[in-house]
Nanobody, 123 residues
Framework: VQLVESGGGLVQAGGSLRLSCAASGFTFDDYAIGWFRQAPGKEREGVSCINSSDGSTYYADSVKGRFTISSDNAKNTVYLQMNSLKPEDTAVYYC?????????????????WGQGTQVTVSS
């Protein structure tokens, strides 16, 4: 099983980035895929999730209206479009997969994690 994130980088406040999570080794349509982030000295927090089977989505309040999660099931890839980025969005962003969407939303440790990608937003 692999979850490989890409698309992180350095961007100025107000800018945009698109993260990708390419999944392999499991039946993508059976899983919910989520994005989590961890800033230095802070606990990991859930950002957004999508249920690959029905497209249901979840967003943390801190990113609603700015981030959009989407899924390309043909490519086994989930994207996180991040607009209007703020310095407080700076963190390592991790992709995760779990069989149960509600558990992913609740922050219960998922079945699989990616290795993370750094997002840095300068002021």
């Amino acid at each position: 099983v692999q979850l490989v994130e890409s698309g992180g980088g350095l961007v100025q406040a107000g800018g945009s980035l698109r993260l990708s999570c390419a999944a392999s080794g499991f039946t993508f349509d059976d899983y919910a895929i989520g994005w989590f982030r961890q800033a230095p000295g802070k606990e990991r927090e859930g950002v957004s999730c999508i249920n690959s089977s029905d497209g249901s989505t979840y967003y943390a309040d801190s990113v609603k209206g700015r981030f959009t999660i989407s899924s390309d099931n043909a490519k086994n890839t989930v994207y996180l479009q991040m607009n209007s980025l703020k310095p407080e969005d700076t963190a390592v962003y991790y992709c995760a997969a779990d069989l149960v969407f509600d558990e992913l939303v609740a922050g219960i440790p998922p079945n699989y994690w990616g290795q993370g990608t750094q997002v840095t937003v300068s002021s």
